[in-house]
Each structure stands twice: as structure tokens, then as C-alpha cells.
């Protein structure tokens, strides 16, 4: 896998704020304060950006929770976040384990996803040039009642020569 491409599923799975709460993992981190000595109480609460770089590259990923809409299926995506080694359970740290498809949240989708040959090939997410990925976007609405189709996409009227497109569903948020 790409090590570029890793670092950043890494970064954004630690940067994602989960909405999933068990007994060893309570709440959604940097929401409720947490006592970390034991005689002067201090809330730890990490930053949540949305905007890095003075305004050069704005997060717009999904905050995931069992609700979340997920590919052909009505109910969501479940239970995506367990907590099998938790230091509050005695475990020397905490190990979390996410089991998720790849077209829940924010996503992109790989060549392969749509071209039997590019799979076969194994071109896969980490295969993407990450400039072509990284850049001023057009944002479309799609309209609410409708998923994206050829006809849909017609539709949109989108120009030619757009390189990015960002596509705002029924399930965007922002």
C-alpha cells in the first residue's frame, strides 16, 4: 500500500471523532472531560479542525456512527468500533478494531470499483496520484430524492475540464 496513502487512513481514523460508546469506551472523544491525575482534575479535549493549512485544505469526511448509511443495506452500518483490549479493563493500552464497508462515509472510490480490468489489475485506492485527489473542487447538489445515475449526472451540468467534483447527497451534512 501506498505508505502516503496509509499515513493519511491513519490520520484520519485518529482524527475521526466515533460516536460509538461501551462500557470501555464511554463517550466521543474530546466531548466529555477526563480526569487525568488523581488530585487536580484537567479536561483533555483534542482539537476538531476542519480547516488545516490556513484554509488550504478543508476535512469534509462523515463523523461515523452505527446509523450512518451504508451500501445496500437499510439499517446502517451497525456496530463498526470494539474495544477488545481497554487499559480501563487492565490492558497495558487501548487496541481498537473498526470493521467497515468501503462505501460508508466519505470515500473514494478506486478504478477498479467500476472497471472489471482495473480490478483485475489490482488498481486499487493506493494506486491514485494523490495530486489529482488534492485540489480547488467544484461541489454539486444532487438533487435529495435521487441516487447518482448517468441520468442524474447528465443533469448536473457539470463542465468541461473540472477535474475534482465533490458530490453534496442526501447523506452530506455539510
Known amino acids: 500500500m501506498n505508505p502516503i496513502l496509509l499515513l493519511l ?80 479493563n487492565g490492558s497495558i493500552a487501548n487496541n481498537s478494531e473498526m470493521k467497515l464497508p468501503a462505501h460508508t462515509g466519505t470515500h473514494v472510490d478506486a478504478p477498479g470499483h467500476v472497471f472489471d480490468h482495473y480490478f483485475d489489475a489490482g488498481f486499487d485506492v493506493d494506486t491514485l496520484d494523490l495530486d489529482v485527489l488534492n485540489g480547488a473542487a467544484l461541489l454539486v447538489d444532487v438533487p435529495r430524492d435521487k441516487n447518482i445515475t448517468a441520468e442524474v449526472m447528465e443533469g448536473l451540468h457539470i463542465p468541461k475540464g473540472v477535474s475534482r467534483v465533490l458530490f453534496r447527497t442526501l447523506n452530506t451534512t455539510m
Open 9 to 88: 487512513f491513519i490520520l484520519c481514523s485518529v482524527f475521526a471523532t466515533l460516536s460509538h460508546a461501551t462500557t470501555a469506551y464511554p463517550s466521543i472523544p474530546g466531548t466529555t472531560p477526563v480526569d487525568v491525575s488523581a488530585g487536580a482534575p484537567t479536561a483533555l479535549i483534542p482539537p476538531c479542525r476542519e480547516v488545516y493549512g490556513n484554509g488550504r485544505i478543508f476535512d469534509i469526511s462523515h463523523r461515523y456512527s452505527p446509523d450512518m448509511p451504508a451500501f445496500d443495506s437499510v439499517d446502517g452500518v451497525g456496530q463498526f468500533l470494539w474495544l477488545p483490549n481497554s487499559m480501563k
